[in-house]
């Protein structure tokens, strides 16, 4: 295998995967993959994300899946990848780019809930918030007030709000019923495992449904 050197100089298309961290939090390998190198090998995707890696931009680690034996690899945001996404180029808020990606459940939480993101026109991207960040617009933080957010937001191409909530397989029936209601009838896509969506159906989940598989 040929020696991997460092990222001397970004890509437009390392310039979008740095942006796409910046307002997911973090993204898992297959995610990346999917978006930027479609037809191509894995082996590609990982020697150009290793590159940005060794150059201080980028972070990456290993977390259980929902499945046992299952594991995901991740990406997200060191500090030289924040100052750039937060710099003049990019110019996003530096109280809103994080770089710790959480706890191992807090990361599958966020990467499930991100897999709308790439699903998205370029424009309703571009206004993509992580709970985390509709926290602090709202001075919110875990529930303080009874105030409960959706996972992520974006403003659609018909210039509406939408609430993206992922249930990784855990949510208990009293919560589905909890956070419908906090929603307020805003459309909400809900995002949930294979064989979950009667369930949040049944709970009073209402608007679009994408169900994904845990072996993804």
Sequence with gaps: MARISKAKQLTDRDKNILTDLARCRALSMNQIKNAYWPDAKERTCLERLERLKKAGFIGERTIPGEKAGHYMRIYHLEEKGKRWATGPECGLDRKK????PGKSN???HQIRTNEIYYRLSEGARATYKIGDVIEIEKKVYKGGGGVKVPDASFI??????VYVE????SYTAKQVREKVRSFGGTKTIWICPTGRKGFLKRHGARGEFFAY???S
């Design 97 to 100: 780019v994080f770089t710790n």
């Design 106 to 108: 807090e990361i599958l």
């Design 156 to 161: 659609d191409d018909e210039g509406k709000e």
């Design 166 to 169: 992922a249930d990784v397989g």
């Design 213 to 215: 598989s845990i072996a």
